[in-house]
């Protein structure tokens, strides 16, 4: 018995702030813990969470699985980008790392697998490859990944750059791996979330749309008479 199967079939949410937004309100640890005990409330199986205080926040208010990630540097590969990385958020108490397992240039200059066996020999927590195509779902699986997330499709130059959730990556990868693998990135809707699973996917993450605030409000607030000339990045008093 994993932790991996006590996401099956459910709603994982992305508790992050946006991280392009150093100053987003919501980058605190405590919001983001007080963040995802809603969404627990509300059903969801699983967090996800960005960085070892937000992580550590997390984990000291809810028992559920919480998949960890270290956004790192300004370099392609950003998502957890060395195992030293990995081995923080795992301290900080996460259960799942997700770890940027595309097909660039790692900033240390080691392979994902190398990678993957670091993690390994230091922590019992499992690893989620996030990728971005379908050859990188199968080399992260032949280099040890425990599971594997569409997350970066849309954000690499091999992916599809669309504005909705890449549905035919999920499909491919289901029909290609023997790990679970789990749709994130772009997912808005109900209807969005039925497909992934109809495409196979072992759970489905939603961020932005559920958790963001800040997101949700700049995308609704253009269909206002009142945003007709006003500053592009208004924020709330
Ligand atoms: C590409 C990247 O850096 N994705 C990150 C992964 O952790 C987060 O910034 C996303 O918010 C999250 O994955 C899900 O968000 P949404 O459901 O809004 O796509």
């Not at 992916?159 to 499909?171: I, N």
């Not at 932005?208 to 709330?236: C, D, F, H, M, Q």
Request: charged fraction near 25%.
């Amino acid at each position: 018995m994993s932790v991996l199967d006590d996401l099956t079939g459910g709603l994982v949410v992305s508790c992050q702030p946006l991280p392009d937004e150093p100053d987003d309100p919501m980058r605190d640890p405590y919001v983001q813990g007080r963040v995802a005990a809603a969404v627990v409330r509300g059903g969801a199986v699983a967090v996800r969470a960005n960085g070892p205080a937000d992580i550590r926040a997390i984990r000291a208010v809810l028992d559920v699985p919480v998949i960890g990630l270290y956004k790192h540097g300004t370099d392609d590969i950003f998502i957890t980008p060395t195992a030293a990385h990995a081995l923080e958020v795992a301290r900080a108490g996460a259960d799942i790392i997700a770890v940027d397992a595309t097909d660039r240039p790692r900033p240390d200059g080691r392979s994902f697998a190398d990678t993957v066996r670091a993690i390994r020999e230091r922590t019992d927590a499992l690893v989620l490859a996030d990728v971005s195509t379908t050859a990188e779902g199968v080399a992260a699986v032949e280099a040890g990944a425990d599971a594997v997330a569409t997350t970066l499709s849309g954000y690499t130059l091999a992916s599809p750059q669309t504005d909705g959730p890449d549905l035919g990556l999920v499909a491919r990868l289901v029909a290609l791996l023997p790990v679970p693998v789990i749709a994130e990135g772009r997912y808005r809707t109900k209807e969005q979330i039925g497909r992934a699973f109809e495409a196979g996917a072992h759970a489905v993450v939603m961020g932005n749309a559920v958790t963001s605030p800040l997101w949700i409000t700049r995308r609704l607030v253009p269909a206002t008479p009142r945003a007709a000339g006003a500053p592009e990045k208004r924020e709330s008093r």
